[in-house]
């Protein structure tokens, strides 16, 4: 699990949003542990907008003021099949690394939009299978990784923070989930310049599909697996 100290919240009022994200914090030890025991979770429809402006909320509430956070989504995002605790935790663990990599504050990007990955696409990336899918982005304008540990970030215990700081758990816990959703990860990241990560889910193929367009993907920069 990660989580901040309560010192770096901003407001008295947050109070509320603790609260709230120490009953959701019970909730994704249970989803952990059960994922740990090879139980992949609850699986609904849902909309990821939902847990971006969740996430937003609680990144607004508890990170510094000199942390900006931007999000964007279009209104017609497709539904994806998929355990909502289990999602949170993983724009949670990415947001957190971001905010560490900022220790001087900088912009918190939290976007997602619908994309078609083609079969040419699909072979290029090796994870990918055709289809629609939604995508998910977290960016941040922090230190950034180096190129020789970027392939090391999701082994399970690799941290680059101070002893007490950090598990190493983060990433590969967020790589596990994303895989269990049928999903895929890729990460591009300049050090000095800051990094993003992108989160690829299948999109639900019932009614969802119809509700707006896609976008072409882009191809691949630095990626890790």
Same mark, same amino acid.
């Given at each position: ?155 399970? +215990? +690799? ?67």
């Amino acid at each position: 699990m990660i989580a901040w100290p309560l010192s770096r919240c901003r407001q008295p009022g947050s109070a509320l949003i603790i609260a709230t994200s120490a009953q959701r914090g019970v909730a994704m030890v249970s989803q952990v542990l059960s994922f740990a025991r090879g139980v992949a979770g609850s699986r609904v429809v849902l909309q990821v907008k939902h847990v971006i402006r969740d996430m937003e909320n609680i990144a607004n509430e508890t990170f510094l003021k000199n942390i900006q956070i931007d999000t964007r989504q279009p209104d017609d995002l497709w539904t994806v099949v998929g355990d909502p605790t289990q999602l949170h935790q993983v724009l949670l663990n990415l947001c957190v690394n971001a905010r560490d990599a900022m220790p001087n504050g900088g912009r918190l990007s939290l976007a997602a939009e619908n994309v078609a990955i083609d079969a040419h696409y699909a072979g290029l990336t090796g994870e990918a299978k055709p289809g629609p899918y939604v995508l998910l982005q977290v960016e941040d304008n922090g230190t950034g990784i180096a190129p020789e540990i970027v392939e090391k970030i999701f082994d399970p +215990f +690799f941290t680059t923070k101070e002893i007490g700081k950090g598990t190493g758990l983060g990433l590969s816990t967020t790589l596990a989930i994303v895989k269990s959703h049928a999903g895929f990860i890729q990460v591009s990241s300049e050090p000095g310049s800051g990094t993003k990560f992108k989160i690829y889910l299948p999109a639900d193929t019932g009614a969802s599909l119809e509700a707006g367009p896609a976008v072409k993907t882009e191809l691949p920069g630095a990626t890790a697996n």
